[in-house]
């Protein structure tokens, strides 16, 4: 599920970046639920899911429905890399995607602007305390911890 839904939404990507993702997200546990609310093997907050699983015409009591809540995550991270549309490596596009995933595309454009509109994910991550405080140790964090995943699924 996780290869076809990656290969289906990401397919500039290998897929093992997004399962690392969904693992980061929620231990690969289809009924995870964050303190803040998030549902789901990606961690989709209600909000968004509601979005999305009406674009994707997915029922919308099925965020636990390992199928559907995949399929979401891929179409949501989609949006999230295409938000990023200046030229830039390939890995800083994906960064900037996850550092959106996890804090919101509209904080991390923020932290780009406050950073003199950088268009590099360590220079734009580093003006991100200014945007969201002390959260902004749990983004780096996040983005970090995929890439490490990603990196161990590839040697493991």
């Not at 099925?62 to 999230?80: C, G, H, R, T, W």
């Amino acid at each position: 599920m996780i290869r076809s839904a990656s290969k289906l939404y990401l397919p500039e990507i290998d897929w093992r970046l997004f399962k690392a993702q969904l693992y980061q997200e929620s231990r690969l546990k289809p009924n995870a639920v964050s303190p803040a609310g998030a549902q789901g093997l990606g961690q989709i907050m209600p909000g968004t899911w509601s979005d999305i699983s009406r674009q994707l015409k997915l029922d919308k009591h099925l965020v636990f429905d390992p199928e559907s809540n995949i399929q979401a995550s891929a179409f949501y991270m989609a949006k999230m890399r295409k938000f990023w549309t200046a030229p830039r490596p390939a890995a800083d596009k994906h960064s900037l995607a996850l550092a959106s995933y996890n804090a919101g595309a509209g904080n991390i454009l923020k932290a780009q602007k406050r950073c003199n509109n950088a268009r590099l994910y360590q220079l734009i991550i580093k003006c991100l305390p200014n945007v969201t405080s002390h959260h902004a140790k749990e983004t780096t964090t996040y983005v970090k911890r995929i890439w490490r995943y990603w990196v161990s699924m590839l040697v493991g």
